[in-house]
């Protein structure tokens, strides 16, 4: 039976902006890297798009990374020139907040209660 999520993935249109957006500003460190893969140590990973690959759009995605406190994590990507299209806000299972990535993936954080 399935135990854990080995790793998740998405296309994106240029591996090498991406790679940099997810390693520099986001501070991910690579794991593995190919020619058209990259994954990161916490098990995400971005896949260049390419022809007969799947049909995958920003807009088909929702991935959200936790973290230990949103305010500060805000206030860094803020700093680093992140696009928020939400201010951390307070809901009843936590705080989120979220973002746009180079290539238009909605990417939320969340502080959880």
């Known amino acids: 039976m399935i135990s854990k999520l ?8 240029n591996l ?20 058209k893969y990259v994954e990161f140590e916490n098990n995400f ?3 260049e798009k390419s022809e007969g690959f799947y ?6 995605t929702h991935i959200m990374f936790q973290v230990n406190n949103i305010e500060e994590c805000y206030k860094v990507l803020q ?16 705080k989120i907040a979220a973002f746009i990535d180079p290539n238009g ?9």
């Open 105 to 113: 993936h909605v990417i939320e954080i969340i502080q959880p209660i």
């Open 45 to 47: 990973a971005i896949v």
């Open 6 to 13: 080995h790793v998740s993935y998405i296309v994106v249109n």
């Open 79 to 94: 700093e680093k020139k992140v696009d928020f299209r939400l201010e951390p806000l307070e809901k009843p299972f936590g």
């Open 16 to 35: 090498e902006e991406s790679k940099v957006f997810y390693q520099e500003v986001l501070g991910f460190k690579i794991k593995k890297e190919e020619e």
């Open 55 to 60: 049909k995958v759009e920003p807009t088909d």
